[in-house]
Nanobody
Framework: VQLVESGGGSVQPGGSLRLTCATS????????MNWVRQAPGKGLEWISTITMDGLTTYYADFAKGRFTVSRDNAKSTVYLQMTSLKSEDTAHYYC???????????????????WGQGTQVTVSS
């Protein structure tokens, strides 16, 4: 199982980034996928979840209206489009599977499920 995030970087407040999580080694289309982040000095924070077929998505309150999760099952890839970025969005961003029902409040835990190494997003003027 491999999950590889990319697309992070430095951006000014109000800017946008699109994160990509390329996966391999498992039947991607059969898994709900999640995005989670960790800001400096803070714990893991769930961002968004997308179901196997991509028809249902869930977002943390801070992500609603600014972030959009999507997936391409043919490419075994999940995306996170982020707009109107704020300094408080600065964090390391991870994609993950088999994490439990994060959208129902289950706490993210890197010892549960499969996670990528993450990609850093820095929002600063």
């Amino acid at each position: 199982v491999q999950l590889v995030e990319s697309g992070g970087g430095s951006v000014q407040p109000g800017g946008s980034l699109r994160l990509t999580c390329a996966t391999s080694g498992f039947a991607f289309s059969r898994y709900t996928m999640n995005w989670v982040r960790q800001a400096p000095g803070k714990g893991l924070e769930w961002i968004s979840t997308i179901t196997m077929d991509g028809l249902t998505t869930y977002y943390a309150d801070f992500a609603k209206g600014r972030f959009t999760v999507s997936r391409d099952n043919a490419k075994s890839t999940v995306y996170l489009q982020m707009t109107s970025l704020k300094s408080e969005d600065t964090a390391h961003y991870y994609c993950a599977k088999d994490t439990g029902a994060l959208w129902l409040g289950a706490p993210p835990d890197r010892s549960i499920g499969s996670w990528g190494q993450g990609t850093q997003v820095t929002v600063s003027s």
